[in-house]
C-alpha cells in the first residue's frame, strides 16, 4: 500500500505544491492532500483539521511536509505524527514533494531518505549561458537576457 503525503504550509503554498503535483501525477488525487494554514487562524482549529485529513488519507503510513522548520505548520505538525506511522519532514519544495509522490510505495523511512536527497540534490547554482544558436555581441555591455 502506498504511503499517504499531507502537505501543511502556510497559505496558499499547500494547496499550490499539490495542484503541482497533479498536474504531473493526475492518479494520486486522494493519497496526497495540503493543508493551507492561514495567517490568522488558531493553532487548534488547524491541528484537528490535520488530524482530520490523516484520518482521510486511510493509509497505514503518512509522511507529513512542512514548509518551515519553527513556524506555525510545522509546530502543528510536531503535535499530530507520532513518529512511527507518520513521519515529518520540514522544507519541503517541488522536487522533495515530486519524488516523495514517485516513491510513495516504498517504506516510510526509505521515503523519508528520499524527500531529503530529493529537496537537497535539488538545489544548484544554474550557470548562465546564451541562449542556443545566439552569439552576444563583443559590444553589447547591457544583457537583457529576459526579454529573449
Not at 51 to 77: E, K
Amino acid at each position: 500500500m502506498n504511503t499517504g503525503i499531507l502537505i501543511i504550509a502556510h497559505a496558499p503554498l499547500a494547496s499550490a505544491m499539490r495542484a503541482a503535483v497533479l498536474h504531473v501525477f493526475p492518479d494520486v488525487e486522494m493519497g496526497v492532500l495540503a493543508l493551507d494554514v492561514p495567517p490568522n487562524e488558531s493553532p487548534d482549529v488547524t491541528r484537528e483539521q490535520a488530524l482530520l485529513m490523516l484520518a482521510q488519507l486511510a493509509t497505514p503510513n503518512t509522511l507529513v511536509l512542512t514548509d518551515v522548520f519553527g513556524a506555525t505548520p510545522c509546530n502543528i505538525a510536531q503535535k499530530v505524527v507520532d513518529g512511527v506511522h507518520s513521519k515529518l519532514v520540514a522544507g519541503v519544495n517541488l522536487p522533495m514533494l515530486l519524488r516523495t509522490v514517485n516513491y510513495r510505495h516504498e517504506a516510510l523511512d526509505v521515503l523519508v531518505a528520499r524527500a531529503l536527497a530529493g529537496g537537497t540534490q535539488s538545489i544548484m547554482q544554474v550557470a548562465v549561458t546564451v541562449p542556443q544558436n545566439q552569439q552576444r555581441k563583443i559590444n553589447d555591455q547591457q544583457q537583457h537576457d529576459h526579454s529573449q
